[in-house]
């Protein structure tokens, strides 16, 4: 056996010292590293007492929920599919800690996909709601006596399936299913291929706009939404919203204006019921798969909206799954021509594939002057246009849970936030469609943001940097974001106080769950 004497444990200690690293080296190492904190977002972010306090109570936090995972990467959730892993979030304090935090505005939601599902079954239960039900097909219409549009099946009561179906429990459960792709016990969906997904999720949209394109439900549905975004700790949203046309019981229409209408009146009893919440401006959206003569008359709504209610409107955006849908480069004549008084929001780059033209819809949302960027999720791959980002500072509306449900990412490690993060871009989290995924409406994205994409070293001044910039880069005018940051500066005094009183969070009950 090999014995340490007093002599070797000499030579080692010799040799090593032989061995040694430069005087200077440690000071350059940490200079570097110290630059890189200061790079990334929130590195600029100073912390008052009271935050320092909570953020060592988030910090503990984290590192107690995330430890285990370097030695046992298999335990590692956000590597794995959200809903894999969905049911237990609520469990975390990090998230717990997450869900209480002002998150200032969400800037990139879809307008039919952002109501939980829970909610949606809910509106079923209003009186003349009728269903022609195939296969695996659903259509909902609320009309006074039996539609007439040609049904597979037969229009039957809504109410009348459930009473007869003898376990209304069951019937919602099922009924459910056809507002969601969110799957308890699902198959595994990182085996589904993005267009077969992107089917899928256009099927749960096409359910939910029959369920709400019928006015009073719509108005529901709207105030349940803010609702639920205004419990999220949002205080101002911008809406993308296709202006799909409205009916009433007796089948009369209401044109597409009126429902920029709606939005604005069930608002603004949302804000006299919730004085704290600031209001909500929409991004008019179009369908990228439609023709350039369709674009132009969105466009031209779009205009004329504007000019009626100049406070409603923030801007235009094209939707849809952009690997199979039209390139920007289409619709060039019109957006080029419609760029001097309607700002764009464009989503761009929401592709895995590089040199593809949705890959280069990038190069013509930067070229067309877009405000913001929806997703940019393949921007790193493009240093001219990473530079030009920042030179213009347009902004990234990154949706880390969208991109991993509709299938650009399995492991979010690999999530090109993480690099836009450490740089310091002007980076904004939202979450697309969280009805269409059962989240909350921005607390899911924070907390696997947090968790699983930022460096390990990031902390509550990342959190509060990415909350002030939705403020930032939000289509507000001055006095809004005045109003926004006041709001979100006291919630957040409250907010950090809360985070160090909160017995739960505490250090005793810290060491007693470690028994
Ligand atoms: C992980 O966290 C636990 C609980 O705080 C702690 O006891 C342990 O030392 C940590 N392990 C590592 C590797 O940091
Ligand atoms: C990860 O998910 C598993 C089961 O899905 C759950 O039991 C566990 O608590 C989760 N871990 C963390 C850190 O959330
Ligand atoms: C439900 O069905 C039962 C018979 O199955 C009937 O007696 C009852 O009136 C129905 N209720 C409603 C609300 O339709
Ligand atoms: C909105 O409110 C105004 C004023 O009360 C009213 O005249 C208008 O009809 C309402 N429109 C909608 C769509 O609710
Ligand atoms: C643009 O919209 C206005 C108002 O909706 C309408 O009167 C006009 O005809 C439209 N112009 C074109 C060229 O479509
Ligand atoms: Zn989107």
Request: proline share 3%; with cysteine; glycine share 4%.
């Amino acid at each position: 056996m090999y014995k340490l004497t007093a002599y070797t444990i000499a030579c080692l200690l010799i040799s090593l010292d032989a061995r040694s690293v430069p005087d200077n080296y440690n000071e350059e190492r940490r200079a570097l590293l110290d630059e890189e904190t200061i790079t990334a977002v929130g590195g600029k972010i100073n912390l008052n007492e009271d935050e320092n306090k909570a953020n060592d109570v988030l910090m503990r936090w984290k590192m107690r929920e995330l430890n285990d995972s370097y030695i046992n990467p298999q335990h590692f959730n956000f590597s794995k599919h959200y809903f894999s892993y969905k049911k237990d979030i609520e469990d975390s304090k990090v998230y717990q800690i997450i869900r209480r935090m002002p998150k200032g505005a969400v800037l990139h939601v879809h307008s039919s996909l952002m109501l939980h599902a829970d909610m949606l079954v809910k509106l079923t239960y209003e009186d003349h709601l009728y269903a022609c039900h195939t296969y695996d097909d659903l259509k909902l219409q609320f009309s006074e006596t039996t539609p007439e549009r040609p049904c597979q099946s037969k229009w039957t009561l809504v109410s009348d399936m459930r009473n007869s179906s003898g376990d209304p429990a069951a019937f919602d459960s099922q009924l459910k299913k056809y507002f969601t792709l969110y799957r308890e016990d699902g198959e595994d969906f990182n085996f589904v291929d993005i267009n077969t997904v992107w089917q899928r999720f256009n099927k749960v949209y096409y359910v939910i706009k029959s369920l709400i394109s019928y006015r009073p439900v719509r108005e529901k549905y709207w105030y349940a939404t803010l609702e639920q975004f205004y419990n999220d700790n949002i205080m101002y949203i911008e809406v993308r919203t296709g202006l799909h046309g409205l009916y009433e019981l007796d089948g009369t229409q209401h044109d597409k204006k009126y429902l920029v209408e709606l939005f604005k009146n069930v608002t603004n009893k949302f804000i006299e019921d919730h004085p704290e919440f600031i209001g909500v401006k929409l991004i008019v959206t179009k369908h990228r798969a439609l023709s350039i003569n369709q674009v132009f008359d969105a466009l031209n709504l779009t205009r004329a909206v504007k000019a009626e209610m100049p406070d409603m409107i923030a801007g235009f955006d094209l939707v849809g799954q952009e690997d199979i849908g039209r390139p920007l480069t289409d619709f060039l004549p019109v957006l080029s021509e419609a760029r001097n008084d309607i700002n764009f929001y464009l989503h761009a780059g929401e592709t895995a594939w590089l040199g593809t033209s949705a890959d280069e819809n990038l190069v013509d949302a930067i070229l067309l002057g877009s405000k913001r960027i929806g997703h940019g999720y393949a921007l790193t791959k493009h240093p001219s246009l990473m530079s030009a980002v920042i030179k213009k500072d347009i902004a990234l509306e990154v949706n880390v849970i969208s991109n991993v449900v509709l299938s650009l990412v399995h492991d979010v490690r690999n999530h090109p936030l993480a690099s836009y993060l450490a740089m310091g871009l002007p980076v904004v989290l939202s979450s697309d469609d969280p009805g269409a995924w059962s989240a909350r409406p921005l607390t899911d994205d924070f907390f696997v943001a947090f968790m699983g994409i930022a460096s390990q070293r990031a902390d509550l001044r990342m959190l509060k940097q990415l909350a002030l910039n939705s403020i930032t880069y939000s289509a507000l005018e001055d006095e809004g974001k005045d109003r926004l940051f006041k709001v979100f500066s006291k919630r957040w005094d409250t907010f950090v106080k809360d985070i160090i009183s909160d017995k739960s969070f505490s250090e005793i009950d810290f060491d007693r769950n470690i028994d």
